[in-house]
């Protein structure tokens, strides 16, 4: 598509949601609405489903919600790092960012070779951190931690100094550029610690 006169490819970065086949509750019911007659469904669902943002209140009690966090938190430039070890290391995200992440953007994490998960332990959370960025995105490939114990520590390093994650996107290995533009707003419902997302890239020429 064009925008401005510019031609860019749109990456759609959500997973598509099925109510009743989920491993979490997801229902919708039609029902009418009696004024003019036309339908209106009821959505029965918890915010941590499908590709979902988590804010600070995720983690602490209190913690920013969904709202209260800067909307441009969910938006920017989102740099790509292709992860394929197991455990990630600081020398393993140092040669795959090969420092072109700044402060204030975005990392997206995708493993497209190895069929084993990729760990997010407390030095990769440490490198993170140390990196300013503002979003962590990541699909299905990749998991925080490896107990209990370390997956809070690791939401601690990152959520501490407000590091938004964004799990459980799809089709990360459809973005064909190093960089691109990521966008992955919530619902704008107060009190929310995560909220459901239509995230998506946009790549520039």
Same mark, same amino acid.
């Given at each position: 598509?064009?925008?401005? $006169? =510019?031609?860019?490819?749109? +990456? /759609?970065?959500?997973?598509?949601?099925?109510?009743?086949?989920?491993?979490?509750?997801?229902? =919708?019911?039609?029902?009418? =609405?009696?004024?003019?007659?036309?339908?209106?469904?009821?959505?029965?669902?918890?915010?941590?489903? $499908?590709?979902?943002?988590?804010?600070?209140?995720?983690?602490?009690? @209190?913690?920013? *919600?969904?709202? @209260?966090?800067? !909307?441009?938190?969910?938006?920017?430039? &989102? +740099?790509?790092? /292709?992860?394929? @070890?197991? +455990?990630?290391?600081? &020398?393993? !995200? *140092?040669? &795959?960012? %090969? %420092?072109?992440?700044?402060?204030?953007?975005? =990392?997206?994490?995708? #493993?497209?070779?190895?069929?084993?998960?990729?760990?997010?332990?407390?030095?990769?959370?440490?490198?993170?951190?140390?990196?300013?960025?503002?979003?962590?995105?990541?699909?299905?490939?990749?998991?925080?931690?490896?107990?209990?114990?370390?997956?809070?520590?690791?939401? /601690?390093?990152?959520?501490?100094? %407000?590091?938004? !994650?964004?799990?459980?996107?799809? #089709?990360? /290995?459809?973005?064909?550029?190093?960089?691109?533009? !990521?966008? &992955?707003?919530?619902?704008?419902?107060? $009190?929310?610690?995560?909220?459901?997302?239509?995230?998506?890239?946009?790549?520039?020429?």
């Amino acid at each position: 598509m064009r925008i401005q $006169g =510019i031609e860019v490819r749109i +990456v /759609d970065l959500s997973r598509t949601l099925y109510p009743g086949k989920e491993d979490r509750r997801l229902e =919708i019911r039609r029902g009418i =609405i009696p004024s003019d007659d036309t339908i209106m469904h009821e959505v029965d669902t918890m915010s941590h489903l $499908g590709t979902h943002v988590e804010a600070p209140s995720h983690f602490y009690e @209190d913690g920013k *919600d969904v709202v @209260d966090v800067p !909307l441009e938190s969910f938006l920017g430039r &989102a +740099v790509i790092l /292709d992860i394929h @070890d197991p +455990v990630m290391t600081t &020398a393993v !995200l *140092d040669k &795959a960012d %090969g %420092g072109r992440t700044k402060p204030g953007d975005m =990392i997206l994490i995708r #493993n497209r070779l190895s069929p084993e998960k990729t760990f997010l332990g407390v030095e990769a959370a440490r490198w993170l951190a140390a990196k300013k960025i503002k979003l962590l995105g990541f699909d299905l490939s990749l998991t925080t931690g490896q107990d209990k114990a370390i997956t809070r520590e690791v939401h /601690d390093i990152l959520m501490g100094p %407000g590091v938004v !994650l964004l799990e459980q996107l799809d #089709n990360l /290995d459809k973005i064909s550029k190093s960089e691109c533009f !990521l966008f &992955a707003a919530p619902l704008k419902i107060k $009190g929310l610690d995560s909220s459901p997302v239509r995230a998506f890239a946009v790549e520039l020429p």
